[in-house]
């Protein structure tokens, strides 16, 4: 297996930005990739403001943070990524990301290693359009990667073991927990927190209690948040599109059909915090 050095990151939106400002805080040779130069330098200026407020509450030192931002090129030419690691984290769409792992293959070593940040595509269904299916390996954080501690790490059926296991190894070395499963829709968070979210609209909707009921009991109870306040963060559409996968991936079961009431709050608009209204207003 080769030392894993320099490690791009395909994508500077939500996702690819936290991540590329992850690798190179903990000292990886990164680079930031993505068609939009836009895209490019929203996610510079991101990262920048994120070190600063790391500077100003001392976590980092002021020369800490130049070393930080000279380890990341921000390039949008695909050419450039020449990579040990490359982890995607593009649109959300299996042809156009199994497409991007055919053209990197093309320009770089053998041994590369391809990790998708996909939440919702089965890792298999991309492999399967790939050159080389035994080297994608799904490595999946959590939003704001910098601070979530979870690292889904799925491996496939093609995936080989030995590069599922390194990707393992480097979460690790990024400061965080991975968790190994398999290919399964939703993976393990959100299959299993689809409850969390379904029920609580559930019993809304059935005027058994408020969303503020629901939110102060299971933040009582030990849970970080409560789900409509969660929902308001993630964004009602991309947890409901989540739900829908996770549904009709398995088979369309009654207990976890997608909810009336955040469709509702779609037709209107009423996104969560992004558009200013979800289940709250702000
Ligand atoms: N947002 C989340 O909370 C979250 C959490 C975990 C995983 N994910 C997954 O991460 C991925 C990215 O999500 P996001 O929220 O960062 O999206 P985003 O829309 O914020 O960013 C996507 C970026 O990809 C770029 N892009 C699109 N096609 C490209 C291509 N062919 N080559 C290079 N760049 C391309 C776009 O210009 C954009 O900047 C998705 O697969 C998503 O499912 C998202």
Wanted: charged letters at 20%.
């Amino acid at each position: 297996m080769k030392a894993i050095q320099t490690i791009a990151v395909c994508g500077a939106g939500t996702m690819g930005s936290g991540i590329a400002q992850l690798t190179a805080q903990a000292g990886f040779n990164t680079i930031q990739f993505d068609l939009s130069p836009a895209a490019l330098e929203k996610s510079r200026l991101g990262i920048v403001a994120q070190l600063n407020k790391l500077v100003e509450k001392a976590k980092i030192t002021a020369e800490e943070k130049e070393q930080i931002l000279s380890r990341i090129r921000f390039s949008k030419e695909l050419a450039d990524c020449k990579a040990d690691l490359i982890i995607e984290a593009i649109i959300e769409n299996k042809e156009i990301k199994t497409k991007l792992f055919n053209d990197l293959a093309v320009f770089n070593d053998p041994a590369v290693i391809f990790a998708t940040n996909t939440s919702s595509i089965s890792i298999d269904a991309i492999a399967e359009g790939m050159d080389h299916p035994d080297k994608l390996v799904g490595m999946h954080f959590f939003n704001p990667a910098p601070v979530m501690k979870l690292v889904e790490v799925i491996q496939g059926s093609h995936t080989n073991p030995l590069l599922a296991e390194q990707v393992y190894q480097l979460a690790q070395q990024l400061g965080k927990v991975p968790v190994i499963c398999r290919d399964a829709p939703g993976f393990i968070v959100n299959r299993v927190a689809r409850h969390y979210y379904l029920e609580a609209m559930l019993m809304v909707e059935k005027g058994l209690i408020t969303t503020g009921q629901a939110d102060a009991a299971m933040e009582a109870a030990g849970f970080k948040m409560g789900p409509f306040k969660l929902m308001d963060l993630i964004g009602l559409d991309i947890n409901y599109s989540v739900s829908n996968i996770v549904w009709e991936a398995l088979g369309c079961p009654e207990r976890l059909t997608p909810s009336p009431l955040q469709q509702a709050k779609l037709r209107e608009g009423k996104l969560g915090k992004k558009t200013g209204e979800g289940f709250y207003t702000y």
